[in-house]
């Protein structure tokens, strides 16, 4: 899986001039966009917007990136896969790793800007680490099945990609939940990214811990995201090299 991970980060900026600083040039990209919008054309009242925009944009494209690129992995190797016999299982999660290995690039971003903007992050921060163990799971859970069923349904890439792009609008990631009135705010937060993003603005920017009952249910739908996943890859892993 490692192997996989370190070789996708290689390719995905082989012949580039700028290599792997686009990893940083990304979120900074679109983070420059965003704020330009939401502090001139429709300013934001967010306490620390920049960083709270940033922030929501590293974690949802961890999200996006991780399933997007696990989908794609086996039809990426398949050459590799109709020669040679190895757990196919290797090859989204391996995806999946290089997926973190960028977001971590992106953090990094993150943090020259705590310091930019002298930002002194709270104890809860510590809590962090947690919420990006529960998009992994999301990550692996959800790239597993896509990653088989798009071997024979070429239509599921563009649906994923329908999906994301609404969730994208649908979580806390540019605007604060509490816009929205009491009941529809807890119709968004059944949706566990939701729940992860606004737990991480929450410890990260303004040292609010969150309640553990958001925790247990965000923990709890990650875990069954990732083990029905992989019950599904298991089952069908055997006839991947048939469908290719």
């Known amino acids: 899986m490692w192997v996989f991970a370190i ?27 965003l704020y330009f919008i939401f502090n001139y054309v429709f300013p934001s009242k967010i306490p620390h917007y920049p960083l709270y925009l940033l922030l929501g944009l590293i974690t949802w494209n961890y999200f996006t990136r991780g399933t997007s690129a696990g989908m794609n992995s086996i039809q990426a190797r398949k050459g590799l896969i109709v020669t040679i016999s190895f757990p196919k299982i290797t090859l989204p999660v391996g995806a999946v790793v290089t997926s973190s290995l960028m977001m971590c690039f992106e953090l990094l971003v993150f943090g020259f800007f705590m310091v930019l903007f002298q930002f002194i992050p709270p104890i809860t921060i510590l809590l962090f680490p947690i919420f990006l163990f529960f998009v992994f799971l999301l990550n692996v859970g959800i790239a597993l099945p896509l990653s088989i069923a798009s071997i024979k349904y070429k239509d599921i890439g563009y649906i994923w990609q329908v999906i994301t792009y609404a969730g994208f609008f649908l979580t806390p990631v540019i605007y ?3 816009v929205f009135p009491a009941q529809t705010r807890s119709i968004l937060l059944i949706n566990p990214m939701a729940q992860i993003i606004k737990m991480s603005h929450d410890a990260v920017l303004y040292g609010i811990s969150p309640y553990i ?25 055997r006839i991947i090299s048939d469908d290719l």
Do not use: C, H
């Open 7 to 33: 070789t996708d980060l290689k390719i995905r900026y082989k012949n580039s001039v700028l290599g792997i600083l686009w990893s940083f040039l990304e979120p900074l990209s679109m983070l420059a966009v």
């Open 213 to 237: 009952q958001d925790v247990i249910y965000t923990g709890i739908i990650s875990i069954m995201v990732f083990l029905v996943g992989l019950t599904i890859f298991m089952k069908k892993e």
């Open 176 to 178: 604060n939940l509490d």
